[in-house]
């Protein structure tokens, strides 16, 4: 599966999600709530992401990640350009 570009998962990537945490932490509190967020509305639920924020100003259209997005993602998630420090034992 390549990189996800929409801020929801699919029926089928929740689902993939879902069955995931439940093989792996079946007790975790975050499990439980996935399983409660599959049953919502007939079982035709989704996770979506987005902030706050940007729901109350209605920002329904923004449904890709923008560039704010893989600026943001990169500077989290990236590679430092700095050397990482070796710790001696």
């Known amino acids: ?50 902030s706050e924020l940007g729901y109350k100003m209605m920002q329904y259209h923004l449904t890709e990640f923008d560039e704010e997005d893989d600026d943001f993602y990169e500077q989290y998630w990236g590679d430092d350009e700095e050397e990482e420090l070796e710790w001696d034992e």
């Open 1 to 50: 599966m390549g990189r996800i570009n929409h801020k929801h998962l699919s029926r089928d990537e929740f689902e993939f999600l879902l069955d995931t945490m439940m093989e792996h932490e079946p007790d975790h509190p975050v499990t439980e709530w996935l399983k409660r967020a599959w049953c919502i509305n007939d079982c035709d639920s989704n996770i979506r992401t987005g």
